[in-house]
């Protein structure tokens, strides 16, 4: 055995990001490590267990491993911790900033709505927007069904086979609420489960479930307190990261305890008639739990507009509010309202004018949407004549048959790496093959761009082992990763040089950020495309890294296209995770940073007779949508179900117009003026 006292340096401790680096290079040895930490001890290979010691900036801790390779378990964890764990600033070269860190708000928060009180003169309570639309019915308060777990132990073994059964068929049920959101093109929220699957297989909690099994507590109760114990410990250490692991980890934790008691569907007592849901705040699972025949809407007291929630409600096309406070606790039951996901506001016992007028409102919405899909094969051509692609962003053959039945020209983007995903080895050359000529066949010689994997990222995939990276983001990610394991590049581009003949494929990296990226990845599709004796297919880059953009005009002698992937652009352009719950209503693409890159893509595109997309969620954005067309830009790539809409958009715009608009755009201060303009 082998012991060591190291002291933290990492300004917030060992807070989730340094533990999450800590823990996986424990997992890396086969020795037993614990953490020790004043009266508390850890296993180093547990994430929850590390995090619930609390080890604050300059604390000492003891590590402690027994087993074969304990020497290099213990060099490497010194090592790391000496390092930082993935962290640069730590306490002896700390910048004195701590006093600054509640400086005023950024300008950019004007565009955040902000929760305003109940209205207590009028029968309105005013909350955010959380996804729009309008929602006309009854209310239902949807309240966490108390689970009353009580002591039945009948023999170890029968616990233990319950508590795996249980914890199997919460990993399965994550898995398709995973697929459901990655089917929505909703990658971010895809993400949120991932995480509820690793906090599963997390050996820390299942020893302690396990150690309370043996004492003969049956495996509901032990799964019970050990959740509930982690979940406030974790709470209680009053680091907002934490807190949101905590929600997770009750999240889940709820997941298998309602398997095990047999009270597995969180809407059991549910009416059976359609129903506006009101609740305290509803986690990312229930909502895409929620059955779309019998929901309307929702409006919760808590949460926010950028918070996961409300990102699913809108993914899923359900009309909610978002922070609309206490006061729909005390809402009788039954009450009828009218919920209005555009506004904020909810509207309780509506009269008869107010219901017709709300109902009239959903009825244009719902013309509007009808009309563009009569219209959805018809090209999208301004009022003045000019002409843009509407394309769809897909993740799969499936979608490709939907988005030609809504009218899309093209597809403007195949997010390949959605069929690397959920597999434990990569799809081969053929099965790869198989879907590319799929797609091509079902597109009936429109153009497929096809996206060559992007993992890395908020997408690492189990069977490419990859270093833990302090920020996966600036990591290796996408054509970084294909150009330092080229085999399985070239597997991919085999496959879509063989599909090509079946129908219009083209070729995308994602990624890129210099010249010499495209030009070795040019160099693959040379290769290959001689050993296959056939050539021409088009090749182009996305442009999400501002490198990329800057450098439009070296890469514009090159490429055939460029298509612009505006929630990677915004996110580096403003150094702003795209996952980060805080940031999302700051990191806006119509921030002019953003639009002066796009502008000077297509400058420097236009300029060399070469083409430009927009693949990113901002091209389906209606306020985005005239600047964008006002900047040049010839297609816009959107998730299918919005193909129809985006097109009659176009059709209403004047081009002379949106140019003029674009210009001023461009020279906004931010992201508010910009959404102000239109
Ligand atoms: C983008 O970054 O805008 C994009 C379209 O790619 P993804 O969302 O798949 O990263
Ligand atoms: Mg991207």
Redesign the pocket.
Known sequence: MKQLEITIQNLTGLHARPAKVFVNIAKGYQSDIRVFHGEKKANAKSLISLLTLGVEAGSQITIEVSGEDEEEALAALEMAVLSGLGEEELLDNAPKQTQDKQKAPSPVEEVIPQPQLADTATNKIKGVPGAPGIAIGPIYHLKRTEISVVETFESESKEKNQLQEAIEKAKGQLKQLRKKMMEQNA?SEAAIFDVHLELLDDVDLLDEVLGKINQKQSAALAWQSTIEDRAKLVASLNDPLLAARAADLHDVGYRVLRILVGADSLTHEFPDHPVIILADDLSPSDTVSLDRDKVLGFCTARGGPTAHTAIIARALGLPAIVSAGERISGISEQTTVILNGNTGVLTLNPDQSEISTAAKQQQDEKELRQQARVSAGEPAITNDGHRVEIAANIGGAKDAAQAMELGAEAVG?L?TEFLFLDRVNPPSEDEQFAVYREIAQTMQNQPVIIRTL?VGGDKPLPYIQMVEEANPFLGERGIRLCLNRPELLREQITAVLRANEYGTLRIMF?MVSDVSEWKQAQKIVAQIEAALGVSGIEMGI?V?VPSAALMADAFAEHVDFFSI?????TQYTLAMDRMHPQLAGKSDGLHPAVLRLIDMTIKAAHHAGKWVGV??ELGADPQAIPILVGLGVDELSVTVPAIPTVKAQVRSLNYEETKALAQSALKCATAYEVRQLT
């Open positions: 990658k983007l997010r992007d994602p996305m999400e992937g505006t929630n990677d652009l693949c990113g």
